[in-house]
């Protein structure tokens, strides 16, 4: 515990805040329970306002990700600057994390996940074809699958 503590206690530089942001931004781009985790450390970093951080989520984080997840946190509040910053496209790769993890505003965080699509945004074209995987959007959440 006292090792945990003095990292803890350790100033967090504006390399070590950056090179976290990056990592995350690497898991929050894939489609598992960790990348909604990093998404949502993230986003909140970018804007607290819109997205709020689960913090039961950080348990989907495998242990070199929490770190990460820990040094943009802290890196956050000590440092006063954004995470988009510090990363090359900052601006566009933070927009396509705001698109894709939508789901998790604060504006759509409550909403339940669609039943017909179960949260993918699409259903099979064609349910008498057992043989054809062709999507279409899902006409009851319109794609988003939430609603």
Known sequence: MGTQMKQLNQPVTAVQYFNSVA??????????????????????????????????????????????????????????????????????IFMDLWKRWERYNINNRHLRTCRECYGTGEVYANHDDENDYTTKTCPYCGGKGYC
């Open 23 to 92: 990592a995350l931004v690497k898991v929050a781009q894939l489609d598992t329970s960790g990348s909604r985790a990093a998404a949502q450390v993230l986003l909140s970093a970018y804007n607290g306002s819109e997205w709020q951080l689960n913090v039961t989520d950080l348990c989907h984080l495998d242990q070199l990700n929490m770190f990460h997840a820990m040094t943009v946190i802290q890196g956050r509040a000590s440092l006063m600057r954004e995470p988009q910053e510090g990363i090359e496209n900052g601006d566009d």
